[in-house]
């Protein structure tokens, strides 16, 4: 197995994708991992539209870790009306550190995202879409390819590369993993992007010897999984 090594990508990380695909999840991971480094991170959580699987219902992990959460308004209380604040401005001025950006699920949640696309002009950022086999309406490669297309033009940014993240959450196994493996290289071609990584649970990823593996802990859980 080799292993896939997050410093190689740029200062500011956008993750998007379908609803539930594990957007959230990976963003955690992804900033602890940065700061296990020694990097300073801050996460931003632009989902104003799920009210579940928020980057902002991790803050005392984040906190933990020492990074910064940048959330929307009203974040973690019973008002629905979120608004986006003013501090998101920051991430584009400062070149301190790097950013994880939680973007909401399909074009829907990218909306959000397109308030700041003209802020990206000019810098060097990634733009994660991240897929799941096993999620509804991006079950076929076909059908997961047509999303990112909605969320493009929601967010009016493109993709540069695609992430592998199928899983059935507590269920997941090898077999899980390697069974998606060809979905998400037929997706990614289809795209024409890269196949960046696939991650998998800490304890499936010593069982395999694909390429590009992401070791992931599990972070967020269903409410009813309490």
Do not use: Q
Not at 32 to 40: M, P, T
Not at 91 to 112: E, Q, Y
Not at 214 to 220: A, K, N, R, S
């Amino acid at each position: 197995m080799t292993m896939f090594d997050p410093t190689i990508l740029s200062r500011i990380t956008l993750v998007t994708g379908h609803y539930g695909c594990g957007k959230t999840n990976l963003s955690l991971n992804l900033a602890l991992d940065f700061a296990r480094r020694g990097e300073r991170c801050a996460v931003v959580d632009l989902d104003i539209v799920n009210p579940y699987f928020r980057s902002s219902d991790y803050d005392e992990l984040l906190e933990a870790g020492g990074i910064r959460l940048i959330a929307p308004r009203y974040a973690r209380s019973a008002l629905d009306v979120p608004s986006l604040p003013a501090e998101i401005y920051s991430v584009f001025d400062s070149i301190d550190g790097r950013v994880v950006i939680d973007v909401g699920g399909d074009d829907a949640g990218a909306t959000a995202l397109g308030r700041y696309a003209s802020k990206f002009a000019g810098l060097d950022y990634t733009m994660l879409y991240v897929v799941n086999r096993f999620r509804p309406l991006t079950a076929e490669s076909g059908e997961a390819a047509e999303l990112l297309g909605e969320i493009e033009t929601a967010s009016r940014l493109k993709a540069t590369a695609v992430v592998n993240n199928s899983h059935l959450m507590g269920g997941t196994t090898e077999e899980t993993i390697l069974s998606s493996m060809k979905y998400a290289s037929e997706t990614a071609r289809k795209l024409g992007l890269p196949l960046l990584f696939t991650t998998a649970p800490r304890a499936v990823a010593d069982k395999l010897t694909c390429p590009d593996i992401y070791p992931v802990d599990i972070h967020v859980r269903t409410p009813w999984s309490n």
